[in-house]
């Protein structure tokens, strides 16, 4: 059975000196012989809360009897492109990420417009 520092890179001290720094730690986290890190730690992070905020306000909507699953998708990618975008400034998250969120909201916009066209 192999052991867990034969496989994965194990913190120092300075990567547990604060927030950020393990933070920094655990999205960049790289196999043992492996030159690039994984780094799909805030990738995945900003996946589950657009998930939880697509379908949350899904339900809020068919509570009220206002759903609607145009709103719901632009409402959680803006959120998600805003969390994007301030953790590519703190160099947390690659930027390809953060353009992929910033073109799920414009399709969100595109398709919010659309669907309130009149025709």
Request: aromatic share 16%.
């Amino acid at each position: 059975m192999s052991n867990l520092t034969d496989i994965y890179v194990m913190p120092n001290s300075s990567d547990s000196r604060g927030i950020f720094e393990m933070y920094r730690y655990i999205n960049n986290i790289q196999r043992v012989g492996e030159a690039q890190p994984i780094g799909l730690f805030f990738p995945v992070f900003l996946l589950v809360i657009f998930f939880v905020a697509f379908i949350s306000l899904l339900g809020f909507g068919y509570s009220r009897g206002t759903a609607s699953t145009s709103r719901a998708f632009t409402f959680a990618s803006f959120f998600t492109a805003f969390l994007s975008i301030m953790l590519a400034v703190l160099n947390l998250l690659d930027p390809k990420y953060m353009y992929m969120c910033i073109m799920a909201t414009a399709m969100g916009v595109v398709w919010l417009i659309l669907e309130n066209a009149r025709g």
